[in-house]
């Protein structure tokens, strides 16, 4: 079944979820038409058996026939790449962590711990809680093994496992001699937790369920006065029902949950399997030497219900511990996807460089080699033509090929001062204010920033008014730097950039605009009638 979750979370999160849940579910659904096996053995069990296992095979049947070419991804195109084969290894020796323990006798285990065995021998739950607590660090040190992601998976997964214990038996012990009110609540929990998981509000659901069966075990444990077996006594029926239904739904739903974070990498199986259960397992040999009376348990078929605080306490746990997990998936996802993007927005600016090299290649590169050729020819100015059609010519190479035109050699990790770079745009009409410390950015960077004040003193000299004085702010803020640029001319309506985009003129669009948003800057741009403009770039360090 969890085999088919991972499948089934790749395509359909929430069917995955839901299936990764039942699961669990339906060994609660089971313990629940089960009884508690020190009373009576319930009759309609082999018949419950029979259309169960009915039930299985009619819808893994299809299944298996449509899906017989497998998961694809879980085929290839490694296999056995380091990330399965370790999954693989972690989960098959967490199923043999109890073949060492059973050579752990009374007798080796006292001389180990350098105490009486007879004293080992009349505390048997001491031997238990050691035995868990060694199986606890086991498969805690496999599941790590496998993968921060495989560890964090089963050990949300294994805490909700040991919570529900003793509710579990208090429910069913009280719901017994109800007929069938045990099956059915435990049925409505499970398909209630389902349902959640299939949910996209999965994470909150399960979080929720899990406070809500910890508050009414808490509620439980005082009503009682410490003495949570008298639930069992008859006419408890509604409080059993009630504590039943939250637990089944709650660590279904936690357990479905966490299967949409350890499906991408491939640890369903593994991380809610073997690792779960054998962490389960040690949890509750470990718990077992809580809540003790004159160092004794209880002697009781019901002694586990003691535990119902316990219980309680794991579930808020569990309920932390499933929100992290999502919380952590979501930044995951997040972070693939910025990746994914930035990929796109690289090959889609290759393939437009790529589109647009071969016209300028055949055009205006050809234009400005044949002013290089022929400028000085023309005597005059045409010599200085020449020349500025040269590197005009270089750089548009350099910006066809790819790289960064003008980025000096030391490239990125190359510091500059913008300050200073600023400062030499000072003139009779521009004054630049910048602290006095050096504000230091990549050179790269620093270059970008620089060539769109320079675009905005540009738009200033044409379009402000032959008296119009610009004024440039450098503020350094620690985590970013901004700019402004502000002028005291005509100013402009609001609506005119969109003209001059649509127009074709793109010297605000590209020049200014999309060189700080290719930094991962912003830019802001005021201006009305009469008022002057102002020019605010912001740029993340």
Known sequence: MLACAQGLVRVAAGWGAAVAGLTVGAQLFGTALSGPGWLLTNASLPTWHVLLLVAALGGALPAAWYARRGDPDAAGPAPWSWRRIRLVVAGGLAMCVSIPLSFLTVERLSSLLDVSWSALYRHGYAVTAIAGAVTLVAA????????????????????????????????????????????????????????AAASRWRVPLAAVLSVLGAITLFIAHAATTGHPEKLAEPGNTTPALLVLVLITAAATAVVGATAPALAPRGAVPAALGPLSAVLAVGGLQTVAATYLQDGLPVSSYLNPVFHLTTSAVLLLVVAAAIGGLGFAQMLATRRAERRHAEQIRREAAAAERDRLARPIHDGVLQVLALVQRHGADLGGQGGELASLAAEQEAALRTLLSGQAAGAPPGGQAAGENVGAALRALASATVEVAAPAQAVVLPAGTAAELVAAVRAALDNVRRHAGPAARAWVLLEDEGDAVRVTVRDDGAGFAEERLAEAAAAGRLGVAQSMRGRIADLGGTTAIHSAPGEGTEVEFWLPR
């Open 140 to 195: 805690t040190v496999l599941a790590a093994f496998g993968g921060v992601w495989t560890l964090a998976g089963s050990l949300t997964a294994a805490t909700a496992r040991v919570a529900l214990v003793a509710p579990m038996i208090l429910a069913i012990a009280a719901l017994f001699s109800t007929g069938a009110a045990g099956p059915v609540g435990a049925l409505a929990g499970v398909a209630a937790g389902a349902v």
